[in-house]
Nanobody, 124 residues
């Protein structure tokens, strides 16, 4: 089990920025491929971004490409999501996800562990 705890969500105006963090306990964080997903009200949870265990592979959903940046600090056991140029359609609960089975965490079925989520609200 890898407890994942997100933080950094909040209310921001369109065009603004937020940085989400996901802290993991234990020394195994560096072995996990990590990702961010989000779920808007009435919609299915969707992929946002993923980063491999060593940071060598990074992928983004088309909807956030060029605006969001995923990164990780294995020494601090922390995953980040820098979100710039936020839009109202980015409003959602954002979830941190970890996988040992898949090299890139892009599907719900590939996730082994989930965080509890953090709310991001972008006002117009």
């Amino acid at each position: 089990q890898v407890p994942l705890v997100e933080s950094g969500g909040g209310l921001v105006q369109a065009g603004g920025s937020l940085r989400l963090s996901c802290g993991a306990s234990g020394r195994t964080f560096r072995h996990y491929n990590m990702g961010w997903f989000r779920q808007a009200p009435g919609k299915e949870r969707e992929f946002v971004a993923t980063i491999s265990w060593n940071g060598g592979s990074i992928f983004y959903a088309d909807s956030v490409k060029g605006r969001f940046t995923i990164s990780r600090d294995n020494a601090l056991s922390t995953l980040y999501l820098q979100m710039n140029s936020l839009k109202p359609e980015d409003t959602a609960i954002y979830y941190c996800a970890a996988s040992v089975r898949t090299p890139v965490v892009r599907t719900l079925s590939g996730v082994d562990y989930w965080g509890q989520g953090t709310q991001v609200t972008v006002s117009s």
